[in-house]
């Protein structure tokens, strides 16, 4: 039959018609008289079932495999299924990146829309978990240059180790890491960088993220009684405080007092609560022991390191 009866039979249109031939999806018959395509019954079949498979939108490089028979007809809409799942996830990352935007934009003309900061929120969405995690290490060592940025970045990371599931969580994900770029980079003081970059906090610092993952989740564990007993325990066989140590108590105390200093990341801390407690599930366990172990720290009157905090504490902090 001609290629009227077909694009009759197929709705097709003459142009896609031509282009399946091309991708070699049908291979017409041609008569040299007459100089027109002889279509059998066989390839109007095959039309059909590609104009029928285009209409749920399976790729046409995924149709030609099944029909040289490389992939079964199940193979070919379980793979369609997962691609499907992909794009109704990037759907709605792009659904919540448009919510976000239209909640936050102050631009009038298409002109000032930051096109950068959409581009880097999308790509944030597509990060894997330990991706995730380096991307806001990468951001709070822009912010804060050196080991105070690894310092902020550890403190944030028992919080970003769950899979981002839900658009809830991504919702608190895109905020956070609009936060965070919202922040502006920090001018560090010559006293305080000194001794953010000395081996003694250098050491202190590598110390903690060697044991961040088991010691977080070992804290969460333990009843309330069980973290009192064991802080006891620590403090009580902790060695006597020297000269070194007591100035690197102080040091990191000015730390503290510089970071607090400032009221655009005080602001941040409060806001970026709510999306944390969103993306972690243990938030709450977490932030209470760490509460306790604080509060036991400074409580124990008997050891020299609570004595010597408060002492601390005591000459910067009057009020």
Same mark, same amino acid.
């Given at each position: ?20 031939e091309?991708?070699?999806l ?7 008289e ?6 059998t ?11 029928? !498979? ?8 995924? %149709? $030609? +495999?099944a029909?040289? @028979?490389? #992939?079964?007809? &199940? ?7 997962i691609? !499907? ?6 759907m709605?990352? %792009? $659904? +919540?990146?448009?919510? @976000?935007? #239209?909640?936050? &934009? ?20 597509? +990060?894997?978990?330990?991706?995730? #995690? ?13 080991n ?15 899979? #981002? ?11 956070l ?17 000194h ?23 070992d ?22 405080l ?50 306790l172990?604080?509060?036991y ?20 902090f009057?009020?």
């Amino acid at each position: 039959m001609n290629i009227n009866k077909v694009i009759k039979i197929t709705g097709l249109t003459k142009k896609a018609i031509y282009y399946y031939e091309n991708k070699g999806l049908i291979s017409p018959e041609y008569n040299p008289e007459s100089g027109y395509r002889i279509f059998t019954n066989d390839d109007v079949k095959i039309l059909s079932v590609i104009a029928a !498979l285009r209409h749920i939108d399976v790729p046409i490089e995924k %149709i $030609k +495999l099944a029909l040289c @028979d490389e #992939i079964s007809i &199940n193979e070919l809409f379980e793979k369609h299924l997962i691609y !499907l799942d992909r794009s109704i996830d990037s759907m709605k990352n %792009i $659904k +919540l990146l448009i919510t @976000d935007f #239209i909640h936050d &934009n102050k631009a009038t003309n298409i002109r000032d829309i930051k096109i950068e900061k959409i581009v880097d929120l999308r790509k944030s969405l597509e +990060l894997s978990q330990m991706e995730r #995690i380096d991307f806001i290490a990468k951001q709070f060592q822009r912010i804060f240059p050196g080991n105070l940025g690894k310092l902020y970045y550890l403190g944030l990371y028992n919080y970003l180790n769950e899979s #981002i599931d839900s658009d809830e969580k991504k919702g608190a994900w895109l905020h956070l890491v609009e936060d965070i770029d919202n922040l502006e980079i920090y001018e560090i003081p010559n006293e305080i960088e000194h001794f953010l970059s000395s081996e003694k906090f250098e050491n202190w610092i590598n110390q903690i993220q060697s044991k961040l993952n088991t010691s977080f989740k070992d804290v969460i564990e333990l009843t309330e009684d069980e973290v009192y007993e064991r802080v006891y325990e620590n403090l009580k066989n902790q060695k006597k405080l020297n000269a070194d140590d007591l100035e690197f108590m102080e040091n990191f105390v000015k730390v503290q007092m510089f970071i607090n200093s400032n009221n655009d990341f005080k602001s941040f801390l409060e806001k970026s609560q709510k999306n944390l407690e969103m993306l972690c599930s243990s938030y709450g366990i977490i932030k209470n022991r760490l509460f306790l172990i604080k509060k036991y720290v400074e409580e124990n009157k008997t050891s020299a390191v609570a004595k010597e905090i408060k002492k601390i504490k005591g000459k910067y902090f009057k009020n």
